[in-house]
């Protein structure tokens, strides 16, 4: 048992005890954290893969997800953390303006079409970074914020590292091929869930069509992204290219109340990349449901007590527990709660005093934490005697207690 359900064995006869039982489908939302096996994954095309179901937090599938690789642009995912970070804090503002440096004015590849006479604002540059993919912005962000891209690439290796980036490092702020440009999928994953979730208030520019800076380059203004149009609820978030790292993919798209990201890279043209995305999302979609099998303040079980003035507690959910099921297996879940038997007194309303570990064939076990329904207050003599007796009881003869 883990040490936080553990107490002082005064006894030198207590024991774990775990309780079999059958879980039914209900239906609310509790996040829960899971790893699909290899058998039900997704059979990818791409060099390396990961995908993510972010309203449970279960990994759907991963395919050399730690093996870092050329990110291409898809690592300017990294800038636009550190930008919306400045946001974030106050640093800068929406309307902040940027000069445009002769660096800048002359990267290479995509592009936003600045000139050093231009000073755009933080959501231009925003949108010349996700809609156009410019090179330029990316420097003039870099600049603007730390002086020289050299010393943003700094910062961005130091913020990656304290985000627990542990396959990523960083050259520049473009994704301009470079030996030490490196990411692993699993890394452009979290970092992709990290933009949906902890910056909502700017994550639509993601699923922004087209943008051309001060009408420049009107035929370059649409966004990469090949699934934006499908209708299949994509909304973000970055492609990238280079002859090294082939064809890549961030996306994340939303349908009912379930949000994917995924991760693809190393296809070989524009084409095979619109295709295993969509194959990514429907597949994602399709294969599995969000069902809730316990609601918040079910008692699962009851569970003794040790020197109390209640002789037993019941051991509720704390939360309402859904999980993210294949969908050929939804029906046929088991679990166990398993605990310090008996729970030494006092004991506190919402206490966590053991967890529910629920297996569904095929998939790892997973472990929800139970809390007690009651306080329980250290009993006077006459009490404590009376419980020591009733579990010395139960112990001696073999009596389990109740299950719901």
């Not at 990238?240 to 939303?254: I, K």
């Amino acid at each position: 048992m883990p040490t936080q359900y553990q107490t002082d064995n005064q006894m030198g006869r207590w024991h774990h005890m775990r309780q079999k039982l059958v879980l039914f489908i209900l239906g609310f939302t509790f996040l829960v954290a899971a790893i699909l096996p290899a058998s039900a994954a997704f059979d990818s095309r791409a060099k390396a893969a990961f995908m993510l179901d972010v309203t449970t937090g279960t990994i759907l599938m991963e395919k050399n997800a730690d093996l870092p690789l050329p990110p291409a642009s898809m690592s300017k995912l990294m800038t636009l953390n550190m930008l919306f970070e400045a946001l974030r804090d106050g640093r800068v503002t929406m309307d902040t303006r940027f000069g445009v440096s002769a660096r800048a004015k002359n990267m290479g590849g995509s592009t936003m079409f600045l000139n050093e006479q231009d000073r755009p604002t933080v959501e231009e540059l925003i949108q010349g970074i996700i809609v156009l993919s410019g090179n330029d912005a990316c420097v003039v962000v870099a600049e603007g914020l730390s002086g020289s891209e050299e010393n943003f690439a700094k910062l961005m290796n130091e913020r990656a590292k304290a985000l627990g980036m542990t396959g990523s490092t960083f050259a520049n702020s473009s994704g301009w091929p470079d030996p030490n440009q490196r990411m692993s999928m699993r890394d452009l994953g979290n970092l992709a869930t990290r933009l949906v979730t902890e910056f909502p208030e700017y994550y639509g520019y993601f699923g922004q069509s087209e943008f051309a800076f001060d009408g420049r380059a009107p035929d370059n203004r649409f966004n990469r992204n090949p699934l934006l149009k499908l209708g299949i609820g994509a909304d973000g978030l970055k492609t990238g290219h280079t002859d090294e790292a082939g064809y890549g993919l961030v996306g994340s798209a939303r349908q009912g109340n379930r949000r994917v990201v995924f991760v693809i890279t190393g296809l070989e043209s524009e084409k095979e990349r619109a295709e295993e995305s969509e194959r990514m999302v429907n597949w994602a979609f399709r294969q599995f449901v969000q069902k809730t099998v316990i609601k918040k303040g079910a008692e699962i079980a009851r569970a003794d007590v040790w020197l109390g003035d209640n002789e037993q507690i019941g051991l509720v959910a704390a939360e309402d527990i859904s999980l993210l099921l294949p969908a050929l297996e939804q029906d046929n879940l088991t679990a166990e709660v398993v605990y310090r038997d008996p729970v030494e007194a006092p004991i506190q309303n919402g206490q966590v005093v053991a967890e529910l570990l629920v297996t569904l064939k095929g998939l790892p076990q997973v472990s929800v934490p139970l809390v007690s329904d009651r306080d329980v207050k250290r009993g006077g003599y006459v009490p404590r005697m009376r419980s020591a007796a009733a579990v010395l009881f139960r112990q001696i003869t073999g009596e389990a207690p109740g299950l719901n």
